[in-house]
């Protein structure tokens, strides 16, 4: 019965010899439960999200066994390419946004797990078992509805890594084949892609502890000479907050006015590009409001991949670069991956 917390992994630097490996998918990771025509969604964070995919409801209903309880990821596809701005985008308060939406960017679920068919109860077997009874219970199942696919062979589990994320996926997972499923333990590993951007530092949040940074607020030139907002550097022990305040000092005599996100507070700017103070989907009540810094200082970051023109995940910090131009800091040097076909992952 719901909720339960997905098992989940932990980052290394290499595919691991486990015997298993699939594409990491770059979604809402779900728990979907169904008893006959009841169908419930929860997310990582064992909250409920039946209401934002009416459609993909009716869609398992339709391809699931009567009675199991999967893992999986809800994901978005536009273009060939999953989409996790479209995905986001899905999570909306008023009904009617939420139907439209259903129909405009339709969302799929492809599975990974299997944790009870009927009523066994699966977490306790090994995974080698509960993938054969996935592959099994979903042998009819049609798009939207996915098993994702899997290799054993460590030469092609590397040439995934490389090339699914022309689709938009983040990397490949690992997984024991003798593990049982163990909710929110760290039981399964994930490698990610990581790379290093010149960023310019703009402005800062400030920590929910105090009077000390919370977060980089990082940004990129765009062909049109605006500062785009890219994305934030956020994990720094209390410490190096401190520091980090006392550094950022000299560059915030700035007026807000003559900031390049001057018109942050104007919610039409956050649709035509990207700035710092938008509302959170997912907390509302969340102060997103920043202090603004001269656009003059500069720092290297290390990310895994973009999402648009924006950092998918948290960019980590690595060191200032006093010896870079601003200016210079544009797309430009960005790695764009090669291009690979969704579809192909989908239905391999």
């Not at 699931?64 to 536009?78: A, N, S």
């Not at 439209?100 to 960017?105: I, P």
């Not at 299997?114 to 090994?126: I, K, M």
């Not at 919370?214 to 994305?231: N, R, T």
Request: aromatic share 8%; proline share 7%.
């Amino acid at each position: 019965m719901p909720p339960v917390a997905p098992m989940l992994a932990k980052s290394v630097k290499e595919i691991p010899a486990t015997g298993h490996v699939e594409p990491k998918w770059d979604g809402f990771r779900t728990i979907v439960f169904r008893d006959g025509d009841d169908v419930e969604l929860g997310s990582r964070n064992e909250k409920p999200m039946t209401r934002y995919f009416p459609e993909l409801v009716e869609s398992l209903k339709a391809n699931l066994p009567e009675r199991c309880v999967l893992d999986g990821e809800i994901v978005v596809v536009q273009n060939d390419r999953l989409d996790f701005d479209a995905l986001q985008q899905r999570i909306h308060p008023a009904a009617s946004r939420v139907t439209l939406l259903a129909g405009q960017t339709p969302a799929s679920f492809v599975a990974f797990d299997l944790l009870a068919l009927g009523d066994d109860d699966l977490t306790a077997r090994p995974f080698s078992e509960r993938r054969a009874l996935l592959v099994q219970a979903l042998a009819d199942a049609r798009p939207p509805v996915h098993v994702t696919r899997a290799t054993s062979d460590m030469a092609e589990a590397q040439r995934w890594f490389t090339q699914f994320e022309g689709a938009g996926l983040d990397g490949v997972v690992a997984k024991p084949l003798d593990a049982p499923y163990q909710p929110d333990k760290r039981a399964m590993f994930k490698i990610k892609h990581e790379r290093t951007a010149d960023c310019v530092v703009a402005g800062f949040r400030r920590h929910k502890s105090g009077d000390v940074v919370g977060s980089l607020l990082l940004g990129l030139w765009d062909d049109e000479g605006h500062l785009q907002h890219v994305g934030v550097s956020a994990s720094f022990s209390m410490t190096r907050r401190r520091e980090l305040l006392d550094e950022l000092e000299p560059y915030r005599d700035v007026d807000l006015a003559d900031h390049p996100w001057g018109a942050w507070a104007d919610q039409q700017a956050h649709a035509d590009r990207r700035m710092p103070g938008a509302v959170s989907r997912w907390n509302s009540t969340k102060d997103l409001s920043f202090v603004p810094l001269r656009p003059e200082l500069v720092v290297e970051v290390a990310y895994d991949h973009m999402e648009g023109d924006r950092f998918r995940h948290t960019a980590q910090f690595r060191r200032w670069r006093t010896d870079r131009d601003p200016r210079s800091c544009t797309y430009e040097q960005l790695e764009e991956p090669v291009g690979y076909d969704l579809a192909d992952v989908l239905g391999g």
